[in-house]
């Protein structure tokens, strides 16, 4: 079995066909997709989604894309949303959260600062419940690291991770797996590559972050989950292994580190 750890499966590009889009990753063996929400307008819509999915499950939170526009209300409403899911077994992650520093109006002082807030405030949530977290990382490795070593959740997945060495290990050390996609089919994605090939495999988790970061042979199209056996081929490259073995250890991995999911897929 694959598993997609980072999709946004009820993303507008997707339109009303994010049912048949999972369905037709199934049948290429990926047999879990992990929907993060962005904001407080879609934590219903991604559990909704999962629950209609047979191979989806969902993870709450609010993307630092939208804190701009987000306030202290959604943060308690997230809250209020993932006390209420605790029962529901497709809920297995607080995310996507974290920092984003690329996009120039993000990176402004007070954008900075209030990005800070809802992330820490999100790493409690995760905290105060026992879940992992799914992180957004875009210029910003060592902050996003440096908050996650002081309130620290139980585990994560640094998403489209495109640190150092150095800052991998950081992300090891405190339990997280890193999730590759897409950017490493590139070949002139030297960087992310010598990552992909030479990180220890029981860290690595494969994600697509579908409709976005489509893989070499899809761009500039629209990226969806069922590239995933495809992506992990790419890895097995890198990497000198059979295609086997980086399907095995990057589920386990997954189920690892998601461990409501790794309930969720024996039941």
């Not at 900075?112 to 490795?141: C, G, M, W, Y």
């Not at 056996?229 to 189920?255: F, K, M, Q, W, Y």
Request: aromatic share 6%; with cysteine.
């Amino acid at each position: 079995m694959w598993i997609d750890t980072h999709c946004h499966l009820d993303a507008h590009e997707f339109g009303d066909a994010s049912l048949d889009v999972a369905r037709r990753a199934q049948e290429q063996g990926v047999g879990m997709i992990v929907v993060p929400a962005v904001e407080r307008a879609n934590l219903d819509i991604v559990a909704g989604l999962a629950a209609r999915a047979d191979n989806a499950c969902y993870a709450l939170g609010i993307h630092p894309i939208y804190v701009p526009n987000a306030t202290e209300d959604d943060l308690l409403a997230l809250r209020a949303s993932v006390e209420a899911a605790m029962d529901d077994a497709r809920m297995v992650a607080i995310g996507e959260i974290g920092l984003d520093f690329f996009v120039p109006m993000l990176a402004e002082p007070a954008m900075r600062e209030k990005q800070v807030h809802f992330l820490r405030e999100q790493l409690r949530i995760a905290r105060d419940f026992n879940l992992p977290v799914l992180t957004h990382v875009r210029k910003s490795q060592d902050q996003v690291l440096k908050h996650v070593r002081q309130i620290t959740p139980n585990g994560g997945i640094a998403h489209a991770f495109n640190g150092s060495f150095q800052q991998a290990q950081g992300y090891i050390d405190v339990g997280f797996k890193l999730g590759f996609g897409g950017s490493m089919t590139f070949t002139r994605a030297l960087q992310i590559r010598r990552l992909a090939a030479e990180l220890p495999l029981s860290s690595i988790v494969l994600e697509t972050d579908a409709p976005d970061i489509s893989p070499s042979w899809v761009h500039p199209g629209v990226n969806t989950p069922q590239q995933i056996p495809r992506i992990g081929e790419v890895l097995a490259e890198l990497r000198g292994i059979s295609v086997d073995e980086v399907r095995t250890a990057t589920s386990a991995n997954a189920r690892a580190i998601l461990p409501r999911m790794a309930s969720l897929l024996q039941t």
